[in-house]
């Protein structure tokens, strides 16, 4: 955490930061190979590079997370050792990481002030305010909040700092974590994938910010992906490939075709598939359907839609409209529900299996006359067949299905959806707190999704491990090993590795929310074209997202949601993305399109 300081002497424009020949090694995996880079004070510098190229690895080294195997830093011309964030912080150096360093039970300016001595304290007033001398001055948390307030006022910040960290939004967590770096005097923000959690509007607002710090002096390196903003907030552009840096471009001189060029080392297609394909029937039906939170207020109300097969729905809102609340009711995870939830089973004249139907439950389907026999077309009597026989037949695929299984989940949990035979995938916002076990290896994390159908006491890792190495082989994902932590990986790879276990288990629906964020080029469109492809299995897909013009381009419609409500949903073939902005402030709901295109 460190003591505040002065504001930095080093005059604009001078090669203040400069790596050299630095090189990090994990296993065998060479993330940052012989780097040199200079960066200068006062500029906005973006790194791009691949996924898994090593942008937040090298920016790791200069924050004193991780130790170089070799190279060296140095600060005004002078040889520096950073073993730690606390050193980083001795050299006005502080990095704000894609996963928030925050208590989330304490307040904002508690989480801004937190292991500071009151000697520290009293400096980083005397940022904002100069002391009266030979005058005793209290350091507390109303005058820590007192001169945050006045750092906000002059940079721009818009925050509530009595708030509980619990029940911010991602992007004012963000924010929060800038302010706590500003505050404790740094002169040198790195930002680790910045607009990934941001709405349009939120992200003009942190370019705002981001302006009226480089006025202050302040020096800005952005890790991102997305090259429109590179091209909007930037002074210039660093290029890594598999470890290298290959190229550097002032942006005045760049495009979002040279930079995608060079970022990939060869000509890139920016185009997203969707596949035109007629739905296959309705696979969930969601009737007014309402969360609260535990004070009682509404998170989600009254919402209401049909999801059919062959198809992306797309779910757009600003950051907070009722998205998260939406996924979890349909996903069970919803405490305070209620409305109604059908799934429709496509298993017409399909045959009866073992998988999450045990010999009870298709008995009691066959007494409910569900069933008919393949081989002769009879309905199904089993009151003299015993369970041997029985076994037989399903086995045998000789017991279908009369009509597809209509089930009602709208009470039912995760576990109790799952144990009904319903195949449904999901892809959380937060891959690492409810997606993936970050201190476990990517084998025992695919072993999540399937260590319940095992017999007896012991797991048997040979089927996870296979599909660990499908995952990775498939996907691209760059990793030391099979039994490498989770939590090693770069996001990229982490959210390959959800979305390639998700997707492993054929749902007949999938939801994901946010599937690309923080996602280099190529792997944003790997995700776009495995999606594309999930649908034409016949998946009902629901996708929730944050760039409208990927949604306009990869959905069949688009549900829009403002504050809790259902505002529209509407033709993404036809719709502009001015049109579903409008509609993301209002509440007033309008319907284009029911779904039911080329049926």
């Not at 910010?209 to 907030?233: D, P, Y």
């Not at 077309?377 to 089993?382: A, E, N, P, R, W």
Request: charged fraction near 25%; proline fraction near 3%; glycine fraction near 10%.
């Amino acid at each position: 955490q460190g003591l505040a300081h002065p504001a930095s002497p080093f005059p604009t424009g001078m090669e203040y930061i400069e790596l050299r020949n630095i090189t990090k090694k994990f296993g065998e995996v060479v993330a940052n190979d012989a780097i040199n880079l200079s960066i200068r004070k006062g500029e906005v510098l973006s790194i791009l590079g691949e996924n898994g190229s090593g942008k937040t690895t090298l920016l790791n080294v200069l924050d004193g997370i991780y130790q170089p195997d070799g190279g060296e830093i140095l600060i005004n011309g002078e040889e520096v050792s950073i073993k730690s964030p606390k050193d980083a912080f001795t050299h006005h150096i502080g990095m704000v990481h894609q996963h928030y360093k925050l208590v989330e039970a304490f307040s904002a300016v508690e989480n801004i002030v937190l292991g500071l001595s009151r000697k520290e304290l009293l400096s980083c007033y005397d940022r904002y305010e100069k002391p009266t001398e030979g005058k005793w001055r209290k350091a507390s948390i109303k005058e820590s909040a007192r001169h945050i307030t006045m750092m906000c006022e002059k940079y721009g910040f818009q925050i509530n700092l009595n708030k509980i960290v619990a029940d911010m939004p991602v992007a004012e967590k963000q924010t929060l974590e800038i302010i706590k770096a500003l505050f404790r005097g740094i002169d040198t923000l790195i930002l680790d994938e910045p607009t990934a959690v941001l709405t349009p509007q939120e992200t003009k607002h942190l370019f705002d910010v981001i302006r009226n710090m480089k006025a202050q002096g302040k020096t800005i390196i952005i890790i991102t992906h997305k090259l429109n903003e590179v091209l909007e907030i930037s002074d210039r552009v660093v290029v890594l490939r598999k470890g290298a840096l290959v190229d550097s471009i002032d942006t005045k001189d760049a495009s979002e075709s040279i930079l995608a060029d060079m970022m990939v080392g060869q000509k890139v297609a920016l185009d997203i598939p969707r596949s035109q394909l007629a739905t296959t029937g309705e696979r969930l039906v969601v009737s007014s359907v309402s969360v609260r939170n535990k004070e009682g207020r509404y998170l989600l109300q009254d919402a209401t839609f049909t999801l059919f097969g062959s198809e992306i729905l797309g779910i757009a809102g600003i950051s907070n409209s009722g998205q998260k609340d939406l996924l979890d009711a349909i996903s069970g995870l919803a405490k305070d529900k209620t409305g109604e939830i059908i799934f429709h089973n496509p298993k017409k004249n399909r045959p009866v299996t073992f998988f999450h139907k045990d010999i009870k439950q298709i008995r009691q389907l066959a007494n409910e006359g569900k069933f008919y026999y393949k081989s002769t077309g009879g309905k199904v009597d089993l009151t003299h067949v015993g369970n041997k026989e029985l076994t037989k037949l399903v086995n045998d695929g000789e017991i279908l299905f009369y009509e597809d299984e209509i089930i009602d989940i709208s009470g039912k949990t995760p576990l109790e959806i799952r144990n009904l035979g319903i195949k449904l995938s999901f892809v959380p916002e937060d891959r690492l707190g409810m997606g993936l076990v970050g201190s476990m290896d990517i084998v025992d994390n695919m072993l999540l999704r399937s260590y319940r159908k095992g017999r007896g006491r012991l797991l048997h890792k040979e089927k996870p491990k296979d599909l660990a190495a499908k995952v990775v082989e498939e996907l691209g994902v760059v990793t030391p090993s099979l039994e490498t932590s989770v939590a090693k990986l770069s996001g990229g790879n982490i959210q390959k590795i959800l979305v390639g276990r998700e997707i492993s288990g054929n749902p007949k629906i999938l939801m994901v929310a946010y599937p690309v964020r923080g996602l280099d080029i190529r792997s944003s469109y790997l995700i776009y074209r495995l999606l594309d492809e999930q649908k034409k299995t016949g998946t009902g897909i629901i996708y929730v997202g944050e760039d409208l013009d990927v949604m306009l381009a990869l959905t069949d419609r688009i549900l829009v949601l403002c504050d809790g409500k259902i505002s529209g949903i509407v033709d993404s073939r036809t719709a502009t993305k001015e049109e579903i902005g409008l509609l993301m402030g209002k509440k007033e709901e309008r319907r284009e399109d029911d779904g039911t295109q080329g049926q």
